[in-house]
DNA sequence: CTCTTACTAGACCGGTCTGTATAATAACCG
DNA sequence: CGGTTATTATACAGACCGGTCTAGTAAGAG
């Protein structure tokens, strides 16, 4: 049986962008099918799993919108240094763009809503799968110990990305891209 | 006028405890007053600003006690290796005690009380009073552009923070100690 | 003892939260 | 046409939210 309508499409990615700004308990349901203009009586037909299931396949879907577009940055650029250069600097412009709002939509969810199980779980899930693509590519490049340097990659991307959000200022994650730099040459 | 009992202080470092655990929007004040064994008319008494002014006080406090533990931990170490190994080291423990439940005191609030002014400029205070001792220790020790290196450092920590507690894992906060290490010395 | 001030008890407000009813509508299938 | 399934409307339950209010207790000052 075929889908019929794009609700649940729209649901899910009205939450995803009020979860990442506000934070999972800072985002009502109600808020969610207001914004989104989204017909209340069918939030539990789509997600009989509640908030718990609206939050967890919202953070599937940015996972993976996030890995193809680490993904493409890392082939698209010649090395590593200039795939972190691309990545921090568009979460930069991204992020001014919205007024200092909008945070990472994995990490602000795993931040407060890890006692939903669900939700964590989706969170792990998206954050391991970021870790491998980025490892992929920096053991390609010949970078020693790939996967404790991939790992602090995404912490710092993570961290600066909060830092700046925080501080509503772009500079904690220019200040990584060149800061991290020389760990990312082959000659390191 | 003295203070005649130390509710304000209880009240203070239950709310503390619970806002690092469950977040911002996550903790109640109900639940504050239950779990510390506080008297509720109180509450608003000496926090007139309310759930803001709790969790902005929290985190002042909360800041400035990061700020020495670290502070301490670049002093008590000959290099600045051994202090991110100490911190990290120390970070890991505590998470793994807590069964990965408490986060940073002050990125758990900065993540989910973003909208709240006071509790975001508190958070923003914080980490600049945090990169500020940093740097210090970092340009002592003769290390190029400490400015960015220190954002970096909080950074990576942050996010290994949020990583770990996230997995359910120690091993991004090791991860960053170790290779976060090359750019922490001398010769680099 | 009296008076002032610091503090607490605890009920209560309107509002919002997630989640659940029941029933109506709308499309496809035979 | 009838029947099945997909989807939505709407009202509401029950709990909890942050915050306010009034009344009162108790400790120090004079």
Chains 1, 2 share one sequence.
Not at 56 to 69: D, K, N
Not at 115 to 123: G, K
Not at 131 to 157: E, I
């Amino acid at each position: 049986m075929p889908r019929r309508t794009d609700t649940r499409d729209r649901t899910l990615r009205t939450a995803a962008e009020l979860f990442r700004t506000h934070g999972y308990h800072g985002t009502g349901l109600n808020q969610v099918v207001a914004e989104g203009g989204l017909p209340k009586g069918s939030l539990y037909f789509h997600f009989p799993g509640g908030k718990e299931q609206l939050a967890a396949e919202a953070v599937g879907l940015a996972g993976a919108e996030v890995c193809a577009w680490v993904d493409r940055a890392f082939t698209e650029t010649p090395d590593a240094v200039g795939a972190l250069a691309a990545i921090t600097g568009f979460l930069a412009d991204e992020l001014a763009a919205s007024g200092f709002r909008r945070g990472c939509p994995i990490g602000t969810l795993a931040q407060d809503a890890g006692d939903a199980e669900p939700v964590r779980a989706a969170c792990a899930e998206a954050f391991r799968a970021w870790h491998g693509v980025v490892r992929g590519h920096l053991a390609r490049h010949g970078l020693p110990d790939p996967d404790a340097l991939a790992t602090t990659f995404l912490a710092a991307v993570e961290g600066a990305q909060l830092l700046s959000r925080n501080q509503r200022d772009t500079a904690p994650l220019r200040a990584v891209a060149t800061a991290l730099a020389p760990l990312l040459r082959k000659d390191s």
